[in-house]
């Protein structure tokens, strides 16, 4: 069906506001709408901006402006409203490059609870200092508002837009601090490590949406299974292989997975610790949630959706229906092939076709996963710096966290209930991830202040001067390790439910492999996470460390309890949260 220019605008107009009627009204489910979260972002950062060029501003404290910015942003995404009752209903918005379901709700909703958390952290911590706060904190904002759309992407040019929105400004906020010459190495190795990703990244882009023709997340499945049905040649099986690993290129730089993962000790031994846990929760959140969108993406057909301002129906997928129904896509899309009008309903694929396309993505992850994991926890053995030791923590945690997407693929079409158990479980581990590992940094920040120095050797003796922050950091770092009844048992206790889960309904004996070397590597990573414990409460103290004490009763120990308490209580009434994290899974499998 061919379209004029006026029909096409009043699409696209419509798509974005809704059927409202004057021109400034938006629709409840349009695009604009349910993007308000991070147009408040954006008009954030802009206000940040502007204090740098009057001299009015510099009367207006930067991290105020940001925080009530990340705050507004967090109230006009209300996760706790979105997520309370059943959410049946999905969106694509603007065309088809990003959804609005119960994920992005989720994921969206811990991103700006965490920025607001950071801002607050570097308030207490006092970096960054008034002078570069606004366009410190413009940067912050702006790798949030990139993490945002990595948790919302569905379209492989958003994919690859998102990530770099995320990355760059955390290139520059590797080197904050001005002349150390460390952070500057830091930001410099960070960037070229990235660089490098981002640019393998989008050849492999560009190998699939030759292929496929196009780079639209769900059309790229249907399109995909379609071809596995009717015979996909070895020479275009080889080149999807191709891109989909040089595609994860740049999924592994951002999760610091193995073999990706050179630039993180370094980074975040240069960087400061308000820049390390930055990098460390919020990055790992969105990469996680971006990993899940792509995989499922290639590997499952995707639900019915509602795109705003155009209701699709609920029928099973077929393809000419959803090509029928969504034109626009074909039109914005530079890569469509008018050979995809062709196919007819006998044609649509069904789950089964995508079912080698999980199998490898599936082995793939796992792999990754295990090498992961083992090398983040043996590495971190020999650290004397608390902040490369917690770089190879955060390595390890993300084989951790992989591990749950194994899981999702395997059961995606046998067991969709056990998949979705699977994403809930990962994001379960997300939530609690979130405090242990912030309140692993902000501790390792406010001792740097203390005693000047994040060497593990002169946290000796810690506990006769400040039993307070030695209890909160031993209380983290066993969370950490996810010995019970610390919330990061929750965690990875759920991730290994769902790989025994997954064994058990699919037979699939890489799923029990996984299962076993995540409990060795919990087992081994207590001894490194243990010996820091023993610094701070055994080994004297040094007679060359100057006479410090961090006041337990401050804003500081407020702030470190108030992080310290979830990985205590939660264990008290878990189930909460667990409902909380069963319901952002209900999207993204099932219609």
Not at 65 to 92: C, D, K, M
Not at 123 to 145: F, Q
């Amino acid at each position: 069906m061919e379209k004029d220019l006026h029909q096409i605008v009043d699409h696209l107009i419509r798509d974005t506001k809704g059927d409202a009627g004057a021109l400034w009204d938006w629709a409840a489910n349009s695009s604009l709408a349910l993007f308000a979260p991070e147009l408040i972002l954006c008009v954030a950062i802009v206000l940040l901006l502007l204090l740098r060029l009057f001299r009015a501003g510099q009367l207006v404290p930067p991290s105020m402006v940001a925080f009530l910015g990340a705050l507004a942003s967090l109230y006009f995404a209300s996760p706790w409203t979105a997520l309370r009752g059943e959410f049946s209903q999905g969106y694509e918005l603007f065309t088809g490059m990003l959804v609005y379901d119960s994920l992005t709700i989720y994921m969206r909703g811990i991103l700006l609870l965490f920025a607001v958390m950071f801002i607050v952290f570097t308030r207490l911590s006092g970096i960054p200092d008034k002078e570069d706060g606004a366009d410190i904190y413009s940067l912050v904002l702006g790798a949030t508002l990139g993490m945002c759309l990595m948790a919302s992407a569905n379209h492989l040019l958003m994919v690859f837009m998102a990530l770099e929105m995320a990355s760059v400004p955390s290139y520059v906020l590797a080197g904050l601090m001005k002349g150390r010459r460390v952070g500057s190495e830091a930001a410099l190795k960070y960037s070229v490590y990235g660089a490098g990703a981002a640019g393998v990244m989008l050849y492999g882009i560009s190998l699939v949406a030759g292929v496929l023709n196009t780079v639209h997340l769900p059309t790229m499945a249907t399109v995909l299974g379609s071809r596995i049905a009717a015979g996909l040649p070895g020479e275009e099986q080889m080149v999807l292989a191709l891109g989909g690993l040089m595609i994860g290129v740049g999924l592994a730089f951002k999760l610091s997975a193995v073999p990706f993962h050179f630039w993180c000790p370094d980074v975040f031994e240069g960087a400061t610790a308000e820049v390390n846990a930055f990098l460390s929760v919020a990055s790992k959140a969105a990469a996680l949630a971006l990993l899940l969108r792509v995989v499922l993406g290639f590997g499952t057909l995707a639900p019915d959706r509602l795109s705003p301002g155009v209701a699709l129906p609920a029928a099973p997928a077929q393809v000419d229906t959803a090509w029928e129904a969504d034109e626009l896509h074909r039109f914005v899309s530079v890569m469509h092939h008018p050979g995809h009008d062709e196919l007819t309903p006998e044609l649509a694929p069904a789950a089964s076709d995508l079912g080698p396309v999980r199998s490898f993505a599936g082995k793939l992850i796992a792999f990754i996963a295990v090498i992961t994991c083992t090398f983040g926890n043996l590495a971190a053995y020999g650290q004397t710096n608390i902040k490369r030791l917690l770089a190879y923590s955060t390595i390890a945690h993300a084989g951790y966290m992989m591990m749950a997407v194994p899981a999702v693929l395997a059961m995606a079409e046998s067991n969709p209930s056990g998949a979705e158990h699977a994403v809930a479980g990962l994001a379960l581990y997300i939530f609690v991830y979130v405090f242990m590992n912030l309140g692993a940094f902000v501790i390792v920040a406010f001792l740097r202040n203390a005693i000047r120095s994040e060497q593990i050797a002169d946290y000796a003796g810690l506990i006769r001067r400040s039993p307070g922050i030695v209890i909160c950091l031993s209380l983290i770092l066993f969370s950490l390790v996810g010995l019970p009844p610390l919330a990061g048992f929750l965690g990875k206790f759920a991730i290994f439910a769902s790989l025994l889960e997954g064994w058990q309904t699919t037979g699939q004996g890489y799923l029990m492999a996984l299962l076993v070397v995540g409990g060795l590597n919990t087992a081994i990573s207590l001894f490194y996470y243990l010996r820091v414990v023993k610094v701070m409460a055994m080994d004297p103290e040094p007679e060359e460390r100057t006479p410090c004490e961090f006041p337990d009763v401050s804003l500081q120990g407020a702030y470190v309890w108030l992080l310290t308490l979830p990985t205590i209580l939660l264990m008290l009434n878990w189930n909460g949260i667990n409902e909380l994290c069963r319901q952002a899974a209900t999207q993204l499998l099932r219609g």
